[in-house]
C-alpha cells in the first residue's frame, strides 16, 4: 500500500478537424533507439513541447504489425502569479537536476517485448478535456514520430539532462544511459568545449553491489563553465572502450522576448462576471485590433479563441504594449482554471470558410477565482483528503479513483514541479510520499493523478 518510488515526473484543437492520420512536420522523436528486442522496455517520447509546469498522463501503447501508436494526455497547472519563464529552461534549472525530472519533463511508455524489426511510431496527445462527462469536441490527430528500430545487439544510448540552460551561468550536465545502473562507478570525468562541441569522457565500471532499478537512467554528472548562447554539440568518449559517439545537443539560450499569452489579472472573485484580458510583449494597440472574441469553460479550463487583425501600415504616434484581446466571462465558481489562447484565421469564423491545419492552443497561464486566498486554501482542504505531515512525509487517504499506480506531483504555487512519485493503492488506502522538497514555512500543492486519469489538488502547508 506504501510502495512508492521516484519516477519521471494538449493536443487541444478548437478548430476545424483535420483528417486523422496525416502525416505532419514534427521535432518528435523517441530513445532508446534503437530498442532491445524480446525484452520490454521503457520508450522515452522527446520533443514534446512542454515547459516546467507540464505534466504527462494516460500514456498508452497499441502495437499493430509494424506500427506503434502512443497515446498521452499533457496537462499544465499551477497558480502563476507572474508571467511563465520566457526561455526554454525552466527556474530549477539553475538548482539542479536529477534523472526524474528530466523523465517529468516528457512522456514515457511501458513497451510490451517487441520482435526485431522496424516499426512506424505515431503519437497522438489526448486534450483532458475527452475523458471527462460531459466531454468535448475537439479533433485530434496522430503525429509521425518516425522508425523505431528494434534489435538484439542494442548500442549504448545517451540523455542529456538538462538538454537546455541558459547561457553565463555553470551548471552540472548529467549524462543518462539504460545502459548503466545505480551500480555504476565513474571517474576521470573531463568536459573539453572546443568550436561548438562539447566532449564528455570519463571510465565506468560495475560496483559488486545488486540494484534493482530498471526504472530509471543512471550516468556521471560534469561540473560545466558558463557558456554562450548557441547550439552545442555533444560527445561521449568512454575512455576504456576508446571511441567517440554523439550524445545530442545541448541548447543555451539567451534572452529572448515574451511572446507568450498571458493574463494582465491573475485573479478574480468568485461568483461575479468579469472582464479577461490576454497580453503579449511583442504586441502594441496602434497596428493591431481583435475581433470574434470567445470564451468556453470546459472541464475546469478557459479556452480563448480571437482573431488578430494588424494593420503595418498606420503610423502610430503611441503604440502602447503590451496589448491584447479582452473577453467578458460570466461568473465562475471558485477554483484554478488554466487559460488556453487560440488565435483563429478571419476566415474560420467568416464566409467563405476556409480548413487550415489543425493549431496546438496550450496552457499558457491560470486564473485563480476565489474570494480569500484563504478560502481557496479552506476549500481546498475541504474537498480533499486532509493531509498530515509528519516530518518530511505526507501522509493522506487515497481519494476516488481507479485502482492501482497513482502519481503525485508536488509543485510550488506558481506551478513548478518539485519532485514527482509513484504510490500504489486503491481509493480509501492510507498512503505517503515525500515532501522534502518542498521549501520549510511555505505552502505547495499535491497533484494526485489516479490512473484513470482523474485528478485533485492537496494543499501541503509546511
Known amino acids: 500500500m506504501n510502495a512508492l518510488t521516484l519516477t519521471r515526473p494538449v493536443l487541444l484543437a478548437l478548430g476545424l478537424a483535420a483528417a486523422v492520420g496525416a502525416q505532419t512536420t514534427s521535432a518528435l522523436s523517441v530513445a532508446p533507439n534503437p530498442a532491445p528486442a524480446n525484452k520490454a522496455f521503457q520508450l522515452l517520447l522527446q520533443g514534446v513541447a512542454t515547459d516546467c509546469y507540464t505534466t504527462f498522463t ?158 530509471n537512467p543512471y550516468g556521471p554528472t560534469f ?67 481583435f475581433s470574434h472574441e470567445s470564451v468556453t469553460v470546459v472541464s475546469g479550463s478557459i479556452y480563448a479563441s480571437f482573431v488578430l487583425e494588424s ?21 465562475l465558481k471558485a477554483g484554478i482554471y488554466p487559460v488556453l489562447p487560440e488565435q483563429l484565421m478571419l476566415c474560420q469564423v467568416t464566409q467563405p470558410m476556409c480548413y487550415p491545419p489543425v493549431k496546438v492552443p496550450t496552457a499558457t497561464d491560470t486564473l485563480v477565482v476565489t474570494k480569500t486566498a484563504a478560502l481557496l486554501l479552506s476549500e481546498m482542504r475541504a474537498r480533499g483528503p486532509k493531509v498530515e505531515l509528519r516530518g518530511q512525509t505526507a501522509f493522506f487517504t487515497l481519494p476516488a479513483g481507479q485502482a492501482g499506480t497513482w502519481r503525485a506531483v508536488l509543485t510550488t504555487l506558481d506551478g513548478r514541479i518539485l519532485a514527482e512519485a509513484r504510490v500504489a493503492g486503491s481509493p480509501g488506502d492510507r498512503v505517503s510520499v515525500p515532501v522534502g522538497q518542498a521549501p520549510a514555512h511555505s505552502l505547495n500543492l499535491l497533484r494526485l493523478i489516479s490512473p484513470d486519469g482523474r485528478q485533485r489538488l492537496l494543499p501541503i502547508l509546511k
Open 58 to 215: 494516460r500514456e498508452s501503447v497499441t502495437v499493430s504489425d509494424a506500427r506503434i501508436d502512443l497515446r498521452y494526455t499533457a496537462f499544465s497547472s499551477g497558480i502563476v502569479t507572474d508571467p511563465k519563464p520566457v526561455s526554454p529552461v525552466c527556474p530549477v534549472a539553475a538548482t539542479g537536476h536529477s534523472a526524474a525530472s528530466l523523465l517529468a519533463s516528457m512522456p514515457v511508455f511501458a513497451m510490451p517485448a517487441l520482435k526485431a524489426g522496424k516499426y512506424q511510431v505515431w503519437a497522438t496527445s489526448m486534450p483532458e478535456c475527452l475523458f471527462s462527462e460531459p466531454s468535448c469536441k475537439i479533433a485530434v490527430r496522430p503525429d509521425s514520430v518516425g522508425i523505431l528500430v528494434v534489435q538484439g545487439d542494442v548500442p549504448m544510448s545517451y540523455m542529456l539532462n538538462p538538454s537546455a540552460t541558459p547561457e553565463g551561468q555553470a551548471f552540472a550536465l548529467q549524462l543518462l544511459s539504460y545502459g548503466f545502473t545505480c551500480a555504476t562507478a565513474f571517474d576521470q570525468l573531463s568536459a573539453v568545449v572546443s568550436d561548438g562541441v562539447i566532449t564528455l569522457s570519463f571510465s565506468d565500471q560495475e560496483l559488486p553491489k545488486g540494484c534493482m532499478d530498471t526504472y
Open 223 to 289: 561540473q560545466m563553465p558558463a557558456l554562450k548562447a548557441g547550439s552545442y554539440k555533444v560527445r561521449v568518449n568512454r575512455l576504456q572502450l576508446n571511441a567517440v559517439v554523439d550524445a545530442g545537443v545541448l541548447l543555451v539560450t539567451g534572452a529572448t522576448a515574451h511572446t507568450d499569452w498571458y493574463l494582465k489579472e491573475h485573479t478574480v472573485a468568485a461568483d461575479k462576471a468579469f472582464s479577461m484580458q490576454l497580453l503579449r510583449d511583442d504586441i502594441g494597440n496602434c497596428q493591431t485590433s
Open 311 to 331: 494593420y503595418p501600415d498606420r503610423v502610430c504616434v503611441m503604440d502602447v504594449r503590451p496589448f491584447g484581446p479582452s473577453f467578458s466571462v460570466s461568473a
